[in-house]
């Protein structure tokens, strides 16, 4: 048998094998240096909400008034377009936890922020707010 009848014969099977093959592949390889994390998901975007007021949390029993500064930040969100679009600074939840602390005398804390489900939080203006009591006039 020559060379050209071993390609010849049965040729669109042997195609057939190779891209199937390849395919394969290109699956396994991709699956594992995950090739895709760093690619945003087709029919997602991202919003910058400006102007997002910090929530206190305090304790009930905490009287106590505070002041924050910056008392508003802005958020960058990402997620689906329709989700996105719709979303408003109410639908965030931007806040300071002073349940835990008990002395606030020059005290920085955390922002949080908690997104409703499939949106995720890109970017803040502020990481950390400054705890100051109100003056009691």
């Known amino acids: 048998m020559s060379a050209r009848d071993a390609i010849l014969q049965n040729f669109w099977l042997k195609l057939f094998s ?10 396994v390889f991709g699956a ?6 760093n690619q945003p998901v087709l029919g997602t ?3 910058k909400i400006e102007h997002v007021p910090v929530t206190l949390l305090q304790a009930a029993t905490d009287f106590r008034s505070f002041r924050l500064e910056p008392s508003h930040i802005d958020v960058t969100v990402r997620g689906p377009i329709a989700e ?4 408003t600074a109410r639908q965030l939840e931007v806040f300071i936890n002073l349940t835990d602390t008990h002395d606030t005398a020059g ?4 922002i949080l922020v908690h997104t409703p489900a499939g949106i995720t939080v890109v970017n803040v203006s502020h990481t950390e707010a400054r705890v100051v009591p109100a ?3």
């Open 18 to 27: 190779f891209v199937l093959a390849t395919m394969i592949w290109f699956a």
């Open 32 to 37: 594992q240096n995950n090739l895709r994390s």
């Open 45 to 47: 975007v991202t919003q």
């Open 84 to 87: 996105v679009q719709a979303l």
């Open 107 to 110: 005290l920085n804390k955390k």
């Open 135 to 137: 003056n009691t006039d």
